[in-house]
């Protein structure tokens, strides 16, 4: 089955600089890469997603970057914020059989924005 | 539209007994997906279910067991709770089983005393 290695696992960056987290997957026939911001005792939410056939999504202050040949994608957030500090999770969708897919997460990486 | 639902939000449990979470899905959307989550180990999938049949299923023993009924709301089950079983629970709908519109909830926080 697919999985999916996120690094780094905590990560501290000063207000205004940015953030580059990475997760690189297993299998090759993966076609979507969403992005979630979970912030402390919330829900995860989706921030961005990248389909295959696409190499880079922007949105405002955040871009994702997708590799397919390396099998790695990238979150750069730009002009950090202290409300950016959360958990973000990468995760890939991949075909699991029988007409059905499933996304496989990164364990995560905790964000910390210093003022 | 309202968001996926999960109750309860909070439940404590003693060592063996078990217990039943509940999710709502978005209104249209067909399939439930369920995770745990802990700190240590991210999310980890469960199982997913579509049309009231169990699709897709994670690395879990068998104490773990879920359902979907007509209307697209899911319960999962846990039997013979442990105390490695807390963990917040989440669980995410979506359109269709390729994943449109992934959307979780907001998790049951289980706690096993």
């Known amino acids: 089955g697919e999985n999916v290695e996120q690094h780094p696992s905590t990560l501290s960056v000063q207000e205004g600089d940015s953030a580059v987290i990475k997760c690189t997957y297993s299998?090759?026939?993966?076609?979507?890469f969403p992005w979630y911001k979970q912030e402390l005792g919330k829900r995860p939410q989706l921030i961005i997603d990248i389909r295959s056939n696409v190499g880079e999504k922007k949105d405002q202050r955040i871009a994702v970057t997708l590799n397919k040949t390396a099998k790695h994608f990238s979150l750069h957030i730009t002009e950090t914020q202290p409300e950016d500090s959360a958990v973000y999770f990468c995760?890939?969708?991949?075909?699991?059989?029988?007409?059905?897919?499933?996304?496989?997460f990164g364990k995560g990486t905790k964000l910390s924005v210093i003022p | 539209k309202a968001g996926v639902t999960q109750t309860p939000r909070y439940l404590i449990k003693t060592r063996g007994q078990q217990v039943t979470l509940s999710c709502s899905p978005i209104?249209?959307?067909?399939?439930v997906s369920w995770y745990q989550q802990t700190p240590g180990q991210g999310l980890q999938f469960l199982f997913e279910y579509f049309s009231e049949t169990q699709r897709n299923k994670g690395n879990f023993p068998g104490r773990f067991s879920g359902r979907q009924f007509s209307n697209s709301r899911s319960e999962m089950n846990v039997s013979t709770l442990e105390l490695g079983d807390s963990a917040l629970y989440l669980c995410a709908s979506s359109l269709n089983r390729q994943g449109d519109g992934y959307t979780f909830g907001s998790g049951t926080r289980l706690t096993v005393v």
């Open positions: 209104s249209g959307h067909r399939s």
């Open positions: 995760a890939a969708r991949g075909y699991s059989g029988a007409g059905s897919y499933q996304l496989t």
């Open positions: 299998d090759s026939a993966s076609n979507y």
